[in-house]
């Protein structure tokens, strides 16, 4: 079975003992400064200058880059190509071929939007790279998140490989009493239905122990909750989410300033 | 002083036609070791449930009679908080991994980060209950990569924890092979001699006839038996009912039909039983020679 359940890898860098909600705090500001601020190279500078340097920081450099160009190289390649060729606003011809023409309008757009993209997937990645699942949802429910809530996206992260582990089973299961899930696609859609069935009910039984089972363990015990793990939040942080809040009233403020 | 009194309890689950259980009564002692044995579906785990408060305040359905634990009406407790009384562990190990935390260690915490306990007093008592239960190893690992054995025992750590007055089992060892099995069973009867009271559902005879202090015998919602290990699982009556006997009886038994066992012997359910009872026919023969 994967033990592996997110992103999250685990080293002993600056940036994975930062405060989950600081880091949570620069990632959102990232994002809001790279979609909200002015200047076609601010997004990707933000990339260059802040987040790439900021995963060797955090010792996750390789997995950062690898993951976010399998991410996005797709969609980018897609983006460049339909807008320098079709940006409705496109005047300026920089080259032409066959019946195509690529405008540098198009080129701008499709930069500006695939930088701004990035920013905001390899934000979120690099703070799912660098904390850890359970420690970024206790933070949460520390600051008001209620536990309900963050027990139903702690038990989803775990419960999505147990899924798929049973679906293989039970695929298996009727696969060994002649189920032909092979073929043409209505027959392969066919042969699922077989399988959704007990899924879908053998999860439902589940959810009913599960309910008996946490509250065994006292999940709606009426007094004060403690944590085991002790969530460190300096003063330094503090002080940097409200940098945090102070770049992000420039970015917005950037309109004004510069009409 | 009884911890538990159960008076002519009937219980009928809200879809059902029939009683689950019909006219138990039932008295434990603190520090008992009870174990419930029966075929499947005869009452077992609704008893369980009862006990724990599940019924009627999770299950909703009639419940007819008296049962008190600890002093207090079941139909008065409110379960969120009873849970601190009496712990339940159930049969699926699988689904008692709570899914909130993504290592054994956390996962034995869990119950007492709601419970409010200190944080020093919380690592102590974790790893008390890991040492007491043999899964100090797997401190680190996610709860969900372990083997059914595995999980449950870190089921049973993260009740135990909780430190309840009462602890039902409902067939903790279902899926514990025989030397996990009996690992389990020492564990509970230690707890037992420290004053805590047990309810076990189990199948195992041979384990219950050298473990528990009393066993009550279950079938089709009926109590038909109870009693010292020893009366109980010899009862003739048991097989009609389709519950197990242990194959030391099931052995003297024969020997008995065949003239083998001595005819004012009561039949053993433990090994040494067995043996002594042997020797016994042994001499006999000496005798006669």
Known sequence: ?259 | MAVIEIQHLTYTYPTMDHPALREVSLAVEAGEFVAIIGPNGAGKSTLCYTLAGFIPHFFKGELRGEVRVAGQDIRRVRLEDWVLKVGLVFQNPFNQISGAKFTVYEEIAFGLENIGVPREEMRRRVEEVMALTGITDLANRSPYALSGGQQQRVALASILVMQPEVLVLDEPTSQLDPIGSREVFQVIRRLAHQGVTIIMAEHKVEWIAEYADRVIALADGEMIASGKPAEVLTDPRLPEYGIGISRYTAVARRAAEEGLWPPQRRLPVTLDEAVAGFRAVEEAYAHTR
């Open chain 1, 1 to 259: 079975m994967a033990e592996r359940l997110s992103f999250y890898l685990e080293r002993n860098s600056p940036l994975h003992r930062l405060n989950p909600t600081t880091k949570l705090v620069v990632a959102f500001t990232l994002i809001l400064v790279a979609f909200l601020g002015r200047g076609l190279f601010l997004p990707s500078l933000l990339f260059l200058l802040i987040l790439l340097p900021l995963s060797f920081v955090g010792q996750v450099g390789r997995e950062f880059l690898r993951t976010t160009l399998n991410l996005l190289l797709p969609l980018f390649a897609f983006l460049f190509v339909m807008q320098s060729l079709f940006y409705p606003g496109g005047k300026t011809v920089l080259f032409g071929f066959w019946i195509f023409a690529v405008k540098l309008e198009g080129v701008r757009f499709a930069f500006l939007t695939a930088t701004r993209v990035l920013v905001m997937v390899s934000s979120f990645l690099l703070l799912l790279l660098t904390t850890h699942p359970g420690v970024l949802l206790l933070d949460l429910t520390q600051r008001g998140l209620p536990a309900s809530v963050a027990y139903i996206l702690a038990s989803t992260l775990q419960i999505i490989p147990q899924m798929q582990a049973k679906a293989a089973t039970i695929l298996d299961a009727q696969r060994s009493r002649g189920l032909d899930t092979s073929g043409s696609l209505g027959r392969r859609i066919r042969a699922l239905l077989p399988l959704v069935g007990p899924l879908v009910f053998g999860s439902l039984v589940d959810v009913e122990e599960r309910a008996i089972a946490i509250e065994a363990r006292g999940f709606r015990s009426s007094g004060p909750k403690t944590s085991l793990i002790e969530i460190e939040d300096r003063p330094l942080e503090r002080a940097l989410r409200w940098l945090c809040l102070l770049a992000l009233i420039l970015a917005v403020g950037s309109w004004w300033l510069w009409p």
